[in-house]
């Protein structure tokens, strides 16, 4: 099976569906590995309201989230094969559907230059543009240091950054994406432009002019409300 309608998937028989219900997650999706559609019938069942939730506090608009919801499970249903059976499901599937909703929510928007994006984080000013190759040469230097430091902060603070400033979602939004409070997500941002900042500070070739000086006092500053 290649593209599905939820609607479209096998309901199992009475008694079937009886002992799939005490199946589970991930021996229900294990089950699916080779085809039987059956046990995801039951796998949709279970956690499509969830699904859906999770894309509306991303995206607020419920047929907007349904796609997302239908898209995720679809998703889902082509990597059965990929996925491990030491992996939690539900942990899997919802990464799955964040990422679809997210990728839904940033259609909406400009995404915001390189450039842009690395003054907001370091500094929280616009640049000017680019005038002439070396400040280009610059541009590009000081976005791979940038990436390599994020790169190597704890998974959420990383992610937290990230959808901050890259993928321009607010911290209600990323709250949602990530599971959390917003109270929660403050703390990541904030801490993850610290450590940003004390790593940066460490590094010999920091540039301190133009409009790409990593400012320590900005990097310190919490984020936006």
């Not at 559609?37 to 069942?45: G, H, K, N, Q, S």
């Not at 997302?68 to 030491?86: G, K, L, M, N, T």
């Not at 230059?113 to 000017?128: H, N």
């Not at 902060?153 to 911290?171: G, H, I, K, N, S």
Request: hydrophobic share 40%; aromatic share 6%; net charge neutral.
């Amino acid at each position: 099976m290649t593209v599905f309608d939820l609607n479209d998937l096998p309901t199992p028989p009475a008694t079937d569906r009886t002992s799939l219900l005490a199946w589970s997650d991930e021996a229900l999706f294990t089950a699916c590995r080779d085809g039987d559609e059956a046990p995801f019938r039951v796998l949709v069942d279970r956690h499509a309201r969830l699904v859906r939730r999770l894309a509306l506090n991303i995206l607020g608009d419920e047929h907007e989230a349904e796609d997302v919801a239908q898209d995720a499970f679809v998703a889902a249903w082509r990597a059965r094969e990929r996925w491990s059976p030491e992996a939690r499901f539900t942990t899997w599937l919802h990464r799955i559907a964040v990422n679809k909703a997210i990728d839904r929510y940033r259609g909406r928007r400009a995404v915001a230059e390189p450039a842009e994006v690395i003054t907001r984080l370091v500094d929280g000013e616009q640049t000017e543009p680019v005038e002439n190759q070396h400040q280009a040469l610059e541009r590009r230097e000081t976005s791979k240091t940038l990436n390599a430091h994020l790169n190597r902060l704890p998974d959420t603070q990383r992610r937290a950054l990230t959808m901050f400033y890259f993928e321009d979602l607010d911290v209600a939004r990323i709250a949602a994406a990530l599971e959390t409070t917003e109270q929660a997500v403050r703390s990541l941002l904030k801490r993850g432009k610290q450590a940003l900042r004390s790593t940066l500070q460490r590094q010999k070739k920091i540039c301190d002019h133009g409009p790409f000086a990593f400012s320590g006092a900005a990097l310190g500053a919490g984020p936006r409300p």
